[in-house]
């Protein structure tokens, strides 16, 4: 069974799973719908916003998508998706230059700070068997006490401690003709920049023998190792390019759908990719449409909230019921080809 069906039917059950907790709380699951999906889609203002909320999702469900291909579970996202904006934003406050070399310097630094925070935990699955899960744990607070200290110290805000310095509109991802297009909203340059990186990494996984060589110690480790596979190796390339693509999601995060960076937060995004790569059976193109989805879901919550009196959280117990039966994909399928079977059996007995 493909697991585009399998995903479709784990956001239909959860759908319906949200539409009975919105009746059993005595609101109606169709009005309630109604308002949530006009709140992303209702105009080009709106669909603008959704297509820009999703833009990180789609690069964080990527980097925890390309990891969980080659066996590897990279909880440190948010960290590195941090760091990594943490570097562009460093740059773009400091850095005098043309705003084309400078937007491609602040991408370079998001993608190598990605990949430096996400270097340490490869390192150490790679020589020392260390648990990725722990050492990105580790890395994502280590990564938010860092910036806590930085910002302070180095890029003050003008008016708050707590916050950088904006950056300039030349050091920013936003540009005039997209916000007009879409009616003032506020999609940026970043969305092309995932598309771009959705791209790359099927040619890489599909197409490449580096991508080969990952999904086969993704597979099996000890076998990839007998047959002369450099396992240590592409364990280190897989984090390194899992953590530059969550740098990635920090750059199009604080240089386009904000303007600086705050402190005391660990960016959400960075565990949502989590969900987002779950959802999508860990395949580019089904990351980007989970990511779209989630990003539909969030950028409609408020609006329903407005609209109908109906909490945002339901919007948030949707995705984790949609979330619980991706992780239960296999449960599903086997239900799907276990009716399958019945019915052609009842078909033969008919006949």
């Known amino acids: ?44 203002e709106r669909i603008g916003n959704t297509l820009a909320t999703a833009t990180p999702l789609i690069l964080t469900g990527l980097s925890v998508a390309f990891a969980f291909r080659t066996g590897l579970f990279n909880i440190g996202a948010a960290g590195q998706m941090l760091f990594g904006g943490f570097c562009a934003t460093a740059v773009g406050l400091s850095w005098d230059l043309p705003r084309a070399i400078l937007l491609i310097a602040m991408v370079l630094a998001g993608l190598l700070g990605g990949a430096l925070w996400a270097l340490i935990p490869g390192v150490l699955k790679a020589r020392f068997n ?20 930085a910002v302070p110290a180095y890029f003050k805000g003008e008016f708050l401690e707590t916050e950088s ?21 506020y999609i940026n340059l970043g969305l092309f920049l995932a598309v771009i990186v959705v791209i790359l990494v099927a040619f890489i996984i599909n197409r490449t023998t580096l991508g080969y060589e990952l999904k086969a110690v993704g597979f099996n480790r000890h076998a990839a190792e007998y047959a002369g596979i450099a ?63 989630f990003g539909l879901l969030y950028s409609g919550r408020g609006f329903m909230n407005a609209m109908t009196d109906i909490p945002p959280e339901i919007a948030d117990t949707i995705i984790a019921i949609i979330i619980y039966f991706a992780a239960a994909s296999i449960l599903i399928e086997r239900f799907t080809r276990a009716l399958i079977r019945r019915r052609a059996q009842s078909g033969r007995k008919g006949e």
């Open 165 to 185: 310095r904006n950056l300039a509109d030349s050091a920013t991802l936003k540009v005039p003709f997209l916000t007009d297009l879409f009616g003032g909203s």
């Open 231 to 293: 396992v240590s190796r592409n364990i280190i390339v897989s984090m390194l390019v899992s953590g530059g693509i969550a740098g990635l999601a920090g750059v199009t995060q604080y240089a386009g759908n904000a303007v600086n960076i705050q402190i005391g937060i660990l960016p959400t995004q960075g565990f949502d990719g989590i969900a987002v790569a779950l959802l999508g059976a860990n395949t580019p193109v089904g990351v980007l449409a989970a990511a779209i989805f």
């Open 130 to 149: 260390v648990h990725e899960v722990v050492s990105t744990i580790m890395m994502n607070w280590i990564a938010y006490w860092t910036i806590y200290y």
């Open 1 to 44: 069974m493909k697991t585009g069906i399998v995903s479709l039917m784990a956001v239909l059950l959860g759908l319906i799973g949200g539409a009975v907790l919105m009746a059993v709380t005595g609101h109606n699951p169709f009005t309630g719908y109604l308002y949530l999906f006009q709140g992303g889609l209702k105009n080009a």
